[in-house]
């Protein structure tokens, strides 16, 4: 019920800059928060970021400094903007979205995910 889209991946040197960002629509007024996952080949799905209802904001300790995200709920947007980019930051970046569906007792919770966009950083 919630479909997302992201953009603005790409390849950038390292010191370099990149935004992000993910369109959501669908049943947008049941996400109570959006973020941002990560998945280098090889390894697991990290969670990198978060933005709350309220605009509370979270960070992975490593890249906490370096990456701002951050929340347009007119636009029914969540971006991305990274820092200062390290080879370890390549991965297919994926955004998220937590929800809340149906009414009364027949509410669930639930995980929206975007088809991720590759962020490569490479000299």
């Known amino acids: 019920q919630v479909q997302l889209v992201e953009s603005g991946g790409g390849l950038v040197q390292p010191g370099g800059s990149l935004r992000l960002s993910c369109a959501a629509s669908?049943?947008?007024?049941?996400?109570?928060?959006m973020g941002w996952y990560r998945q280098a080949p090889g390894k697991e799905r990290e969670w990198v970021a978060r933005?709350?209802?309220?605009?509370?904001?979270n960070y992975v300790d490593s890249v906490m400094g370096r990456f701002t995200a951050s929340r347009d709920k007119a636009k029914n947007t969540v971006s991305l903007q990274m820092n200062s980019l390290k080879p370890d930051d390549t991965a297919v970046y994926y955004c998220?979205?937590?929800?809340?569906?149906?009414?009364?007792?027949?509410?669930?919770?639930?995980?929206?995910w975007g088809q991720g966009t590759q962020v490569t950083v490479s000299s």
């Open positions: 933005v709350t209802n309220d605009g509370t904001t």
């Open positions: 998220d979205a937590n929800s809340v569906l149906g009414t009364g007792m027949v509410a669930y919770e639930a995980d929206f």
């Open positions: 669908g049943n947008i007024f049941s996400i109570y928060g």
